[in-house]
């Protein structure tokens, strides 16, 4: 059963209900008792012709090993579970998986072959300023290896993965941190962009939109990768990019994490393949004269675990990155409940900004005042991002509705009109507390707003940009919580 929150009252239908997941008929049907012969389409890695690493042939299947409490070896560690509705390939199709075993085998799965499909050119820049490494791709390969999509062009396997994607250009620059510090607490990966190949494709973590382990279930071309709508994506480390060992052997690097960290080839120490009993949980390990590291393997989680730094540290390092970054993409965010989630979001920011024009007169603490400024820019930011994806869309009067009529409908951790008088009238040290115990609530209530709606929709649209904008303010909030947590704690 779904719990609806109260504040999604009144939002349409639609969003209560599962229209999201369309399901239509694959237009290919095999013959009755004729078995379909892919074998045409079968690869055979070099990877997987020699004893050393996984067994290609009976890969453990990844669908049963993805967890949302705490990092573990061989796992992965997802911030939301996935979408069991969200579209994908047709198990009933799918013959490579053994489902009572909890294997797949590689070497009986297709792959979408080369063919005529030839998009723009890849581009990568690396630059570094200031400690941070800034990677800019048009998120297409360098070395000009892709497979010939649409792959709707291809019966039998469009009828198992019904991906209707073709690959093109999308700009996206990652801001990461050059020398990246391991923490305390590895962090969750989100779906969408977990980092980033050196030939200029996005890597995304190992499952797909529901969940599940994408590299087994979803079809992707022989190079390595498949196309969200259009955004060209990798779940593992395609062979050919493992190709510069260093002079012992030792994988190359191939790319780097959201927090930082390298992402290196298959083989470790020696040249010899790793599995994940040779790595952490997160799925690196530390070893000179590298440091920390990450590697693939071929095994699920393929690439990483969890994040062994700070994913959020630098990745939108400031605002004006953040607004280099998404300024030259226009988008449009398409479906309904997404555009009652940004109109939400957008009345939820607004707040924040009533609540932070009270600071100039009212506050003696310097923390505060520092607190007021960033969110101002932070937010204001924001909300013009989410106005420009709403297109020209105003707030109705349900949204306003929710934000100041009764308690009950408040969305998460907005203050009623009482609280924000009291807010209004202390003056001091008074303020400070009242102000910062608010801010944290309201904080923390965005975040929920999010999560719940990650937990239902995945994300707010096919877009990377729109895939990362919900994190974006996760870790954005986040980071402040803990930042007025700490002045609180003072205050008190
Ligand atoms: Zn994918
Ligand atoms: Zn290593």
Known sequence: MIVIPKWFAGFSLCFLLACDAEVSQPEFVEEPGEPVDLSSYFITPTLCSDSEGPTCA????????????????????ACVAGNAGAPGSDPARITWIDWAAGTWNLLAKPFLPAGSFSPQSGSVSVSEIGGIRSITVNNLPVDGKIGDWPMTQYAMLSAIDRNPGVPAATNVTFNIP?????????????????????????????????????????????????????????????????SAPMSDGHSGLVGYIRDGFGLYGYDGEGGVELTNADLDECHGHDHSPLGYHYHATIEYPYTIGC???????????????????????????????????LRGMIAHHQQALDMVALV???????????IAVRMQIAQAEEIKLMQSWLNGDVILDGDVEAVSGDQDRLMPGMLSEERMAKLRAAQGEDFDRLFLQ???????????MVR??????????DTIVLDWFLDHIKAEQGIEVARMSRILARLQ
């Open 360 to 370: 100039r007169r009212s506050t003696y603490g310097r923390d505060i005042r520092e």
């Open 438 to 448: 608010s801010m944290i609530e309201h904080h923390e209530g965005a975040i929920e």
């Open 178 to 242: 050059i020398s990246p510090v391991v923490s305390v607490t590895p962090s969750c990966t989100s779906l969408g962009a977990i980092g980033v190949t050196l030939n200029g494709v996005v890597l995304y973590n190992a499952v797909d939109a529901r969940g599940n382990d994408a590299v087994a279930h979803e079809i992707v071309d022989e190079f390595g990768g498949h196309p969200a709508m259009s955004a060209y994506h990798y779940h593992y480390l395609p062979e050919r990019l493992d």
């Open 452 to 461: 719940v709606f990650l937990e239902r929709f995945g994300s707010l649209g």
């Open 307 to 341: 994040y062994r730094g700070d994913p959020e540290s630098a990745f939108f390092s400031s605002a004006s990155a953040f607004e280099d970054k998404v300024s030259n993409i226009p988008q449009e965010v398409k479906t309904e409940p997404a555009r009652a989630f």
């Open 58 to 77: 009976s890969l453990r299947l990844g669908d049963t090993h993805l967890t949302t409490t705490s990092p573990a070896q061989g796992k992965l560690f």
